[in-house]
């Protein structure tokens, strides 16, 4: 019963909030420095250990090599082979940050970490 006390309630799917942003607007470097920014702080706010950003570090990399997968294999339909190629080869650069990234050791409490 706590827990479901505790728990986050249900997203809704009526979210009439518009997050896009302009890549051409004046500010758009600065609103994605910051919004990356308050979410790294909201993060070492909730719980104070650099497992947080380590975790966080390979969950944003699977993002990326799973977008770069996507869009070589669209390039692929397109038989935009060396756009495929050029997008599978980043996709591969993300895959060598999180190999990198499991022979980082951040503690006795690092989960991630491969031991050599």
């Keep these: 019963m706590r827990m479901l006390a505790e728990a986050r309630p249900e997203p809704s799917e009526e979210c009439t909030c518009d997050n896009s942003i302009d890549p051409q607007s004046d500010d758009y470097e600065e609103r ?8 790294l702080e909201l993060a070492t706010d909730e719980i104070k250990d650099p497992m947080v950003h380590k975790v966080m570090m390979i969950l944003i990399a ?55």
């Design 62 to 116: 699977n993002n990326f090599i799973r977008f770069h997968n996507q869009i070589a294999e669209h390039k692929i339909e397109e038989h935009d082979h060396a756009g495929a190629v050029a997008w599978g080869r980043d996709a591969g650069k993300f895959q060598a940050i999180t190999n990198i990234l499991a022979t980082v050791d951040c503690g006795e409490n690092d989960f991630t970490c491969i031991i050599e």
């Design 32 to 39: 994605i420095f910051n919004c990356a920014d308050k979410f």
